[in-house]
């Protein structure tokens, strides 16, 4: 046997069924060893980046390892944005890239880079492969690395004779990693466990705030039981969406800049702030000195190094979280917060998420009729942008693993191939086979478009609802509240059409352009057996809020388009308007201004570009 | 734990041998750190020395510097030797920060897989050496004569002779070879080089 046959030899072992990538010269023997074996399914894509996410999409699905190769130099470059993104958000990946033979390396060949140097950063571990006969080993301990402790991104670089060497001697797959420097897992120590219980029996008005920890650890059933315990609200971070059932009553829903004003006001009233799997990100704390003003914290995270890293935690608890919240429910007494959780229910309903309602068609009613369709059963998966934040805001995901978004690094481009990887997570049996959609918009669905031929070809079916306004529609909003409306490289001016794009790669394409068809073209998305894309023309004009601008507190929350700050609990601030500009800008702008001209001439084919 | 469904490629057993003894625990998690510094720098900078014990293997030294690079510590002094285990390597470095900052780069530099232990020496009663090269222009008798007496009063040698210059060797603290240093200045250093610190704890305690 040769090493890339070995090598995917290892793969089996680790449990590896989906491998996506893009062949080249340093991978040759590693796709003629794929050709040759009938277990693992090769999806080729149409770039590497778009590999890199498709594992993503497939790990964040189904926890299991994600794997994608893309060949020496440019393939390998194309990969890094993906690593990054699993790299922030926490993803078990493993990711593996060509090298040019060994007596080449460091010569300038062609197609070398070095990428286990470029990609040091980013990852949580990496290996440069140097002999054949260390396959099994680094194989073993890549896949280990990847989906333990905090799970993370490990990079495998294969120079080509060590994937053609022969595999000398009998192969033998390691059962055991032996790694002295890594010791991801210690069970919670007691103390810390009874602290954390003391402060919560003696706190009337806490909150969990929960993120993807809770996902990644398969938590979700234990935190529903623990909150229902401690009869306790929780809010979820964007990447913790799911992680706690949309619609329950102690749903707070989504915090941070773009989250409810009753899970924002709920943090900074809150007495007790329970954090597990979370870090404190400043998309969510803004100003981190100013957060939760009244609490003492209880931090619980698999990685050390995030606790304390932000904010200064009481009790901080090193550990898994799925054990540690079985551990804190078994050190408590079951609670009742009823007079907390009466001003909360006060909130939701005296401030909950809304939009006004134009005529036009609005991105948010997209989402409600998604919500309805959909149940919140669906796999969802978003780009980056407003949509992202409305998908956030409005669909409320049943269970854990199901929304699916990137993050930390925020990643235009990565909805689309994501939703293909965990698709291909249904498809394979690990997960039950679901609907998945892709929230996306025009900008981020161009950056990895290329994609719907790898959908299309594989019979991947992904359901795509295009948030279509013509414009980057964050960077737009942010030019309007703090750059004085001066709009400046945010025009995708009407290119291209999306339907046309669609049945180019011969999926099925459909525009939408009133509230009134919607609900209809969901319902005919979901009938459809095939990958789908809905090109939704919506309401340029539509920003998101609420809104606590970057960096600020609770006092700068915006909860609409008047740009005026809100009191904590309700009622506008007597002052002047929160975002310098904002009221002027609004006011000169016309909702709607130009969605309805631009669906005229849509009808009429007298798309200009 | 997170093996989240991966139970098909069995179950992983990893042979790590338990949390160091000599890791401070403070409310459960490990103050790799300490809290007081001996050497205070502006504000609340001081200088922290810190040895990281690592595995021999390539790549490793870049993975630690860059735990220090990317948030803009720089490093005042660096070593790097093998130990009495040949696959172990010890990095020793001197770096100043406030405590926050490095209890965080601590934290980090834990987190890498091929670092088997970090230890702060800021609370150890330890031995910590440099050793310094110093060539100076001595082509007459009496400068001779005179740097000889400052080598012997520092217990520094003399390594070479030229009838142009001569070369010292300093061992010791930082300061002794900054006192050595100052001293010849009143000559010509035509070159110096020195070693970053190495220390050890003094008695039983492993360092």
């Given at each position: 046997?040769?090493?890339?046959e070995?090598?995917?030899?290892c793969?089996?072992?680790?449990?590896?069924d989906?491998?996506?990538g893009?062949?080249?010269?340093a991978?040759?023997?590693?796709?003629d060893?794929?050709?040759?074996?009938?277990?693992?399914?090769?999806i080729?894509?149409?770039?590497?980046?778009?590999?890199g996410?498709?594992a993503?999409g497939y790990?964040?699905?189904t926890?299991?390892?994600?794997?994608?190769?893309?060949t020496?130099?440019?393939?390998?470059t194309?990969?890094?944005t993906?690593i990054?993104?699993?790299?922030?958000?926490?993803?078990?990946?493993?990711?593996?890239?060509?090298?040019?033979?060994t007596?080449n390396?460091?010569?300038?060949?062609?197609?070398e880079?070095?990428?286990?140097?470029?990609?040091?950063?980013?990852?949580?571990?990496?290996?440069?492969?140097?002999?054949?006969?260390?396959?099994?080993?680094?194989?073993k301990?890549?896949?280990?690395i990847?989906?333990?402790?905090r799970?993370?991104p490990v990079l495998v670089?294969?120079?080509?004779?060590?994937s053609?060497?022969i595999f000398?001697?009998?192969?033998?797959?390691p059962?055991t990693?032996?790694?002295?420097?890594?010791?991801?897992?210690?069970p919670?120590?007691?103390?810390q466990?009874?602290?954390?219980?003391k402060?919560?029996?003696?706190?009337k008005?806490?909150?969990?705030?929960?993120?993807?920890?809770?996902?990644?650890a398969?938590?979700?059933?234990?935190?529903?039981?623990?909150a229902?315990?401690?009869?306790?609200?929780?809010?979820?971070t964007?990447l913790?969406?799911?992680?706690?059932?949309?619609?329950?009553?102690?749903?707070?829903?989504m915090?941070g800049?773009?989250?409810?004003?009753?899970?924002?006001?709920?943090?900074?009233?809150?007495?007790?702030?329970?954090?597990?799997?979370v870090?404190?990100?400043?998309?969510v704390?803004?100003?981190?000195?100013?957060?939760a003003p009244?609490?003492?914290v209880?931090?619980?995270?698999i990685?050390r190094?995030?606790?304390?890293?932000?904010?200064f935690?009481?009790?901080?608890?090193?550990?898994?979280?799925?054990?540690?919240?079985?551990?804190?429910q078994?050190?408590?007494?079951?609670k009742?917060?009823?007079?907390w959780?009466?001003r909360l229910?006060?909130?939701?309903a005296?401030?909950p998420l809304?939009?006004?309602?134009?005529?036009h068609l609005?991105?948010q009613?997209?989402?409600?009729?998604?919500?309805?369709?959909?149940?919140?059963?669906?796999?969802?998966?978003?780009?980056?942008?407003?949509?992202?934040m409305?998908?956030?805001?409005?669909?409320?995901?049943?269970?854990?693993?199901?929304?699916?978004?990137?993050?930390g690094?925020?990643t235009?481009?990565?909805?689309y191939?994501?939703?293909?990887?965990a698709?291909?997570?249904?498809?394979?049996?690990?997960?039950?086979?679901?609907?998945?959609?892709?929230?996306?918009?025009?900008?981020?669905?161009q950056m990895?478009?290329?994609?719907?031929?790898?959908?299309?070809?594989y019979?991947i079916?992904?359901?795509?609802?295009v948030?279509?306004n013509?414009?980057?529609?964050m960077?737009?909003?942010?030019?309007?509240?703090?750059?004085?409306?001066?709009?400046?490289?945010i025009?995708?001016?009407?290119c291209?059409?999306f339907?046309?794009?669609?049945?180019?790669?011969?999926?099925t394409?459909?525009?939408i352009?009133?509230?009134?068809?919607?609900?209809?073209?969901?319902?005919?998305?979901q009938?459809?057996?095939?990958?789908?894309v809905?090109?939704?023309?919506t309401?340029?004009?539509?920003?998101?809020?609420?809104?606590?601008?970057?960096?600020?507190?609770v006092?700068?929350?915006?909860?609409?388009?008047?740009?005026?700050?809100?009191?904590v609990?309700?009622g506008?601030q007597?002052?002047?308007p929160?975002?310098?500009?904002?009221?002027?800008?609004?006011?000169?702008?016309?909702s709607?201004?130009?969605?309805?001209e631009?669906?005229?001439d849509?009808?009429?084919?007298e798309?200009k570009? | 734990?997170?093996?989240?469904?991966?139970?098909?490629?069995?179950?992983?057993?990893?042979?790590?041998?338990?949390?160091?003894p000599?890791?401070?625990?403070?409310?459960?998690?490990?103050?790799?750190?300490s809290?007081?510094?001996?050497?205070?720098?502006?504000?609340d900078?001081?200088l922290?020395?810190i040895?990281?014990?690592?595995?021999?293997?390539?790549?490793?030294?870049?993975?630690?510097a860059h735990?220090?690079a990317r948030?803009?510590?720089?490093?005042?002094?660096?070593?790097?030797?093998?130990?009495?285990?040949h696959?172990?390597?010890?990095?020793?470095?001197?770096?100043?920060?406030d405590?926050?900052?490095f209890?965080?780069?601590?934290?980090q530099?834990?987190?890498?897989?091929?670092?088997?232990?970090v230890?702060?020496?800021?609370?150890?009663?330890?031995?910590?050496?440099?050793?310094?090269?110093?060539?100076?222009?001595?082509?007459?008798?009496?400068t001779?004569?005179?740097?000889?007496?400052?080598a012997q009063?520092f217990?520094?040698?003399?390594?070479?002779t030229?009838t142009e210059?001569?070369?010292?060797?300093?061992?010791?603290?930082?300061?002794?070879?900054?006192a050595?240093q100052?001293?010849l200045?009143?000559?010509?250093?035509?070159?110096l080089?020195?070693t970053g610190?190495?220390?050890?704890?003094?008695?039983?305690?492993?360092?």
């Amino acid at each position: 046997m040769d090493g890339a046959e070995i090598l995917l030899e290892c793969l089996k072992r680790e449990g590896v069924d989906a491998f996506f990538g893009i062949s080249g010269g340093a991978i040759l023997p590693i796709y003629d060893a794929l050709g040759k074996q009938q277990d693992i399914w090769s999806i080729l894509t149409r770039h590497e980046q778009g590999a890199g996410h498709m594992a993503e999409g497939y790990a964040r699905a189904t926890g299991r390892v994600g794997t994608c190769i893309g060949t020496s130099g440019p393939g390998a470059t194309n990969l890094v944005t993906a690593i990054t993104d699993a790299y922030m958000d926490s993803t078990p990946t493993v990711f593996f890239s060509g090298q040019v033979a060994t007596p080449n390396i460091g010569k300038d060949a062609f197609q070398e880079c070095d990428m286990y140097g470029i990609t040091m950063p980013i990852v949580k571990h990496s290996y440069l492969l140097k002999r054949t006969a260390d396959i099994p080993r680094v194989i073993k301990e890549a896949y280990h690395i990847a989906r333990s402790g905090r799970p993370g991104p490990v990079l495998v670089d294969i120079p080509k004779d060590v994937s053609e060497g022969i595999f000398g001697g009998e192969f033998v797959y390691p059962e055991t990693v032996n790694l002295r420097g890594y010791n991801p897992e210690t069970p919670a120590a007691d103390e810390q466990i009874k602290a954390a219980a003391k402060l919560i029996a003696e706190a009337k008005q806490p909150v969990l705030y929960v993120g993807n920890g809770i996902n990644a650890a398969d938590a979700a059933d234990e935190l529903l039981a623990f909150a229902e315990w401690i009869n306790c609200p929780v809010t979820t971070t964007l990447l913790g969406r799911g992680a706690f059932p949309g619609g329950h009553a102690l749903a707070l829903d989504m915090l941070g800049m773009h989250g409810t004003a009753y899970a924002n006001w709920a943090i900074h009233e809150s007495d007790l702030i329970i954090a597990l799997g979370v870090r404190f990100d400043d998309r969510v704390t803004g100003n981190p000195k100013a957060w939760a003003p009244n609490a003492k914290v209880i931090h619980v995270d698999i990685d050390r190094a995030e606790l304390g890293k932000i904010r200064f935690a009481q009790v901080p608890i090193w550990g898994d979280v799925k054990t540690v919240i079985k551990q804190l429910q078994g050190a408590t007494s079951p609670k009742n917060h009823a007079e907390w959780n009466e001003r909360l229910d006060k909130w939701k309903a005296d401030a909950p998420l809304t939009y006004e309602k134009t005529g036009h068609l609005k991105p948010q009613f997209i989402l409600e009729e998604l919500q309805k369709a959909t149940d919140g059963e669906a796999i969802m998966t978003t780009d980056v942008g407003q949509h992202q934040m409305w998908a956030a805001q409005y669909y409320h995901p049943k269970r854990t693993r199901s929304f699916i978004t990137s993050g930390g690094l925020g990643t235009m481009g990565y909805g689309y191939p994501a939703a293909i990887g965990a698709k291909v997570g249904c498809i394979m049996g690990h997960r039950p086979d679901v609907d998945v959609w892709c929230i996306t918009g025009d900008g981020s669905f161009q950056m990895n478009i290329q994609e719907l031929a790898t959908g299309v070809i594989y019979d991947i079916p992904v359901k795509v609802a295009v948030l279509n306004n013509s414009s980057l529609g964050m960077v737009r909003q942010w030019q309007k509240l703090f750059y004085s409306k001066r709009w400046s490289g945010i025009d995708l001016t009407k290119c291209p059409d999306f339907e046309k794009i669609a049945q180019a790669y011969s999926a099925t394409g459909v525009t939408i352009t009133h509230e009134d068809e919607v609900a209809d073209a969901i319902r005919e998305a979901q009938k459809n057996p095939g990958t789908v894309v809905l090109n939704f023309l919506t309401d340029k004009e539509e920003d998101v809020f609420p809104m606590i601008p970057g960096g600020k507190t609770v006092h700068d929350l915006v909860i609409d388009g008047s740009g005026r700050k809100v009191r904590v609990g309700g009622g506008f601030q007597d002052e002047a308007p929160a975002l310098e500009g904002a009221q002027a800008a609004l006011s000169t702008a016309t909702s709607g201004e130009s969605v309805s001209e631009w669906n005229d001439d849509l009808k009429s084919g007298e798309v200009k570009i | 734990m997170n093996n989240n469904g991966n139970s098909s490629s069995g179950t992983v057993v990893s042979n790590v041998p338990p949390q160091s003894p000599d890791v401070l625990m403070q409310n459960g998690v490990p103050t790799i750190i300490s809290a007081a510094g001996v050497n205070v720098m502006s504000g609340d900078e001081k200088l922290h020395t810190i040895s990281i014990l690592v595995e021999n293997r390539p790549g490793v030294l870049a993975r630690v510097a860059h735990v220090f690079a990317r948030r803009g510590f720089n490093l005042e002094s660096l070593a790097v030797s093998r130990t009495e285990d040949h696959t172990v390597s010890r990095i020793t470095v001197v770096v100043a920060g406030d405590d926050a900052a490095f209890t965080q780069i601590g934290n980090q530099l834990f987190k890498l897989i091929d670092v088997i232990k970090v230890i702060d020496h800021t609370r150890d009663n330890l031995v910590g050496r440099e050793l310094a090269l110093i060539k100076v222009r001595a082509d007459n008798a009496q400068t001779r004569a005179e740097i000889a007496q400052i080598a012997q009063l520092f217990k520094a040698k003399v390594v070479d002779t030229t009838t142009e210059t001569l070369m010292l060797e300093v061992v010791g603290r930082g300061d002794k070879v900054d006192a050595v240093q100052k001293l010849l200045d009143q000559y010509e250093i035509l070159e110096l080089v020195r070693t970053g610190i190495i220390v050890l704890n003094r008695g039983e305690k492993q360092t």
